[in-house]
């Protein structure tokens, strides 16, 4: 086992230095998995790059012919790498940032651009994702169930900058679309099972058969656990495991060859002792020495678990874990007129949620309980009427209605030293030393909390349509336009209670400054005319330039997570309500096919401006400091060049590699939160103009390779390496030096024997157990403590899969 994971240590250290790619049995920005989708076309050479279908326009065409970037993994790639989520996804596409303190509080973004959660509770029932969700044509509204497990995935195609001409919701920074395997008449099956360190055990299995002559089934799941790996010293538990299941039921109705009718089931759930996150580092801040974290620790005799966060271990006291679970059910018909297809997807969904968290992080009893039971229910109907086959002029049209419904519980208790910490029951006496001080009694705020509801609807009707135009033989005109009219409406209601019962009034007002009850309600209604414009041209086979101008939308906001203080400790009401969001991007690109379609190389250079960019941002002013509400950014822009290549050296040997460079900032941000060495008693607003954007790092690449020795006739040696470099990048939206998370390099692989209906390996995830930063958080109050996760450390283990 040493010798094969040295093997695949040596490709992967001689990998970035060969001109490679992100497809063949993986990703690339345009060329989608060619080798490992061979069955899209028959290559003349077998050492030849084939095409690869892909339906980005919702039609199948060859992604090399598409005037636009996009990314697409195979369903082979993601069997290989061991890709099962979103998370993991990121690793093999460049543009795409993945964070994630718990499922909830989940958030990607596509140029950096989408949304901006990076730490727990961050997350805003009134905030729509700027990166559309798709599963099956699909769309799914709460990013937090892009963090459960995949399966039986046949591709999934990354597109970037504003989408909604040619299907589904609006998105303004781009979509993942998941395309699941569909139901055969032809019996099919497979399986899998892998086992690992930290007791890690993954399941996967499907199978296909015909129930008719004109219907078949299908049926997937997985099945995913592993130990936390954190430690808690004081508890004995350990924290951030795994617990995934998910199941997918399938029924294909195919009376003819015009008409097909699929209906798909779903459920997914996730069950865990998580999510928490350790001792990082200590900010200074404009505040009292008295009120900074080191004095508010020396007065308890408190030191954290460890000051290293990747000994991975905690002390905290509170209730921790993550219960939570999604599905539904759709219906997708296509119906062949004759010159074009009528499709109808038609779909219900719901997302249940209920965690426990520690919001101090600490073995100190500063608040107990912190959660926010959820549920959601979504319906979307989309017509779409498609042109069939390739003449001078092709389209799609269609109109979309999508409705959804979240309604919570947000419920907040602090505990006994919830005084000391957020407000000062304690004072330094002239040698520096802590003693009482009457003005808040200890008790105060133990037991005070607030419980209450929440109810955010929102309903989206839209029609669009584009147009592909070819005057030329090689010359292509697009445009298309969608209008949207969105109707929102959100009520907030909680209210406080327990504490320290008095009718001191500035004992009663100190409490409000850390919580208060809020009740509130808001309408937001906007349309909204948005589209986008290519220009193509086939210059050879092997050679297309493009350039492309797209406009996208947002619709106004709500805030549901309650609204900050203004300088008479009331809610702000005025910012209950936050603007639409539009974004503009520009692009130019190049595709080409080279040295006999050995070699795939694109390249495409963009510029987006984004006005009035929707964020969640920190209420610095307040006391407690993790109430966050929705704000509009003035202005935000971000410009990069991006490049991906693929080469099929050999029959048996693929190598793949993107290359992403991004400047994204705030391009004027004069009224923004203040980072936290810039927080004082009073300060409350910073420019942040010319800050970079959070969770987008300069420079990202990507790169694997696959090689496959035949040993005997019948199977041989197959090896898989993939790695993702980046830069550092800011770690919260207000730009803190105390926040970056710096750049690393991540190597996954694996090593085994493969024949021709079973293979068995040894894979590693994280080869070379390399410590890096995932995310982090400013703790409530701002004592200056910073919290973080880490990494997973190295995980191997053996997988063994059957073909059926």
């Known amino acids: 086992m040493r010798r094969y994971l040295a093997a695949a240590a040596v490709l992967a250290s001689v ?24 069955e899209n076309a028959a290559p003349a050479d077998d050492a030849t790059l084939p095409d690869v279908l892909v339906t980005a326009r919702l039609r ?19 069997d290989r790498s061991y890709t099962v989520n979103t998370q993991q996804l990121s690793l093999l596409v460049p543009t795409l940032n993945y964070s994630s303190a718990n499922p909830r509080n989940t958030a990607f973004t596509i140029r950096g651009l989408g949304s901006s959660v990076v730490a727990v509770s961050q997350a805003n029932d009134g905030l729509e994702p700027g990166v559309g969700f798709y599963v099956d044509q699909v769309y799914h509204a709460r990013p937090a169930t892009a963090a459960f497990d995949f399966s039986d995935i046949d591709r999934i195609e990354v597109l970037r900058g504003p989408q909604g001409t040619l299907f ?48 078949a089934a299908r049926i997937s799941g997985v099945v995913t656990r592993r130990d936390g790996v954190i430690d808690n010293v004081v508890t004995g538990q350990d924290h951030n495991g795994i617990g995934n299941q998910a199941v997918r039921g399938q029924l294909l109705f195919k009376p003819n060859d015009r008409l097909s009718v699929r209906l798909i089931a779903d459920f997914t759930n996730f069950e865990s002792n998580c999510c928490t996150q350790v001792y990082l580092r200590v900010a200074p ?30 002390d905290i006291d509170a209730a921790l874990g993550v219960n939570t679970n999604e599905g539904g059910v759709s219906g997708i018909v296509d119906w062949k007129l004759g010159g074009a297809t009528l499709t109808s997807v038609s779909a219900w969904r719901f997302w249940n949620w209920d965690a426990a968290n520690d919001r101090d992080y600490t073995g100190i009893p500063i608040q107990l309980t912190q959660h926010i039971p959820s549920r959601q229910d979504q319906y979307s109907q989309e017509l779409r009427l498609a042109s069939d086959g ?21 419920i907040s208790i602090y505990g006994p030293l919830a005084t000391y910490w957020l407000l000062g029951s304690t004072s330094p006496n002239t040698a520096g030393q802590p003693v009482a001080n009457p003005t808040y009694p200890a008790n105060l705020l133990d037991g005070y909390g607030t419980d209450g509801r929440t109810d955010f609807q929102s309903n989206s009707y839209a029609a669009f349509g ?29 209210f406080t209670f327990g504490g320290l019962q008095t009718t001191n009034t500035a004992l009663n007002n100190a409490k409000l400054s850390i919580l208060r009850g809020q009740s509130y309600a808001a309408r937001v209604n906007d349309g909204a005319l948005t589209g986008r414009g290519s220009v193509s041209y086939q210059a050879s086979d092997a050679v297309q330039v493009y350039a492309s101008f ?32 539009q974004n503009t991007n520009y692009e130019i690109g190049l595709k080409t096919r080279l040295f006999d379609r050995r070699l795939i190389v694109n390249v495409d250079a963009f510029y987006t401006r984004v006005t009035d960019f929707q964020a969640n941002v920190t209420d610095t002013g307040a006391a407690a400091a993790l109430r966050t509400y929705l704000a509009n950014i003035p202005r935000v822009t971000v410009k990069g060049v991006e490049a991906d290549a693929i080469a099929q050296v050999t029959r048996r040997f693929t190598l793949r590699a993107s290359l992403a460079y991004a400047d994204g900032r705030y391009a004027s941000y004069p009224n923004g939160p203040c980072p936290i060495e810039r927080i004082g008693s009073t300060t409350t607003i910073c420019d942040l103009s010319g800050v970079g954007l959070p969770g987008l790092p300069r420079w990202t690449a990507s790169y694997g390779a696959d090689y496959e020795l035949p040993v005997t006739a019948h199977g041989g040696i ?86 059926q």
Request: glycine content about 10%; overall charge positive; hydrophobic content about 35%.
């Open 550 to 581: 797209a406009r996208g939308q947002k619709s106004g906001g709500i805030n549901m997570s309650g609204l900050p203080l203004d300088n008479n400790n009331q809610p702000a009401l005025n910012t209950a309500v936050v603007r639409p969001e």
């Open 390 to 410: 390739d003449g001078a002029v092709s389209y799609v049209g269609g109109l979309y209605f999508f409705r959804q419904r979240v309604i919570g519980r947000p």
């Open 60 to 78: 199948a065409e060859d992604a090399q012919r598409i005037p636009g970037s996009l990314s697409v993994v195979g369903g082979t790639l993601l």
């Open 15 to 38: 990998l970035p230095g060969v001109a490679a790619a992100q497809s063949a049995a993986d990703t690339q920005s345009s060329p989608p998995g060619a080798a490992d989708r061979r």
């Open 718 to 803: 197959a090896l898989h390496v993939d790695g993702r470099s980046q830069t550092s990048q800011y770690g919260d939206p207000t730009g803190s030096v105390y926040t970056v998370i710096p750049g690393y390099t991540l190597v996954n692989g694996s090593i085994g024997y493969r024949a021709k209906n079973w293979e068995i390996a040894v894979f590693a995830r994280n080869l070379f157990d390399k410590n890096y930063i995932q995310n982090v958080t400013i703790q409530a109050g701002n004592s200056g403590l910073i919290l973080a996760t880490p990494s997973d450390p190295r995980t191997i283990g053996v997988t063994f899969r059957a073909r």
């Open 285 to 314: 801040t404009l505040k009292s020495a008295a009120r900074q974290y080191p004095a508010l620790a020396a007065g308890l005799g408190y030191r954290p678990a460890s000051l290293n966060p990747y000994d991975r271990v905690t």
């Open 466 to 494: 584009e147009v592909n135009w070819r005057p030329l033989a090689k010359l292509t005109l697009t445009g298309g336009l969608r209008y949207t009219y969105e109707t929102k409406k959100g009520a907030y209601d909680t």
């Open 168 to 215: 589904g919701k609006n998105s303004t920074a781009g979509a993942i679309n998941i395309t699941t395997r569909v139901p055969s008449f032809t019996p099919e099956a497979s399986e899998e099972i892998s086992y690992g360190s930290f007791r890690y055990l993954q399941a996967k299995a499907s199978a296909s058969l015909p129930l008719s002559d004109t219907v």
